[in-house]
């Protein structure tokens, strides 16, 4: 089994900034593509932003120039530092990983973490 965790959410004012991390763990596995998905109340969970293991990096238009994707491929983890911050930013976040164990790959999701910004 692998196993995604979040850490990094919580209140920020608008403007205001929050660094997300997300770290895989568990047994015989290699990650492939790691990202961000949010997910507003009464709306559909939409793409953050993604980075494969090679780098190459897609962004929502909504978050270009705001959000910042990174990932450490020795520890498994993926950030998402967000700058700028606006009310339309709240949502629970969760992280998301396409996994590689016994040359089968599958896609695992974190528990979620909420980011609210309001003032």
């Known amino acids: 089994q692998v196993y995604l965790v979040e850490s990094g959410g919580g209140l920020v004012q608008p403007g205001g900034s929050l660094r997300l991390s997300c770290a895989a763990s568990g047994s015989a596995f290699r990650v492939n593509a790691m990202g961000w998905y949010r997910q507003a109340p009464g709306k559909q969970r939409e793409l953050v932003a993604s980075?494969?293991?090679?780098?190459?990096?897609d962004y929502a238009d909504s978050v270009k120039g705001r959000l910042t994707i990174s990932r450490d491929n020795g520890e498994n983890t993926v950030y998402l530092e967000m700058n700028s911050l606006k009310p339309e930013d709240t949502a629970v976040y969760y992280c998301h990983a396409r996994v590689v164990r016994f040359g089968f790959e599958s896609s695992y999701w974190g528990q979620g973490t909420q980011v609210t910004v309001s003032s």
């Open positions: 980075i494969n293991r090679g780098g190459t990096i």
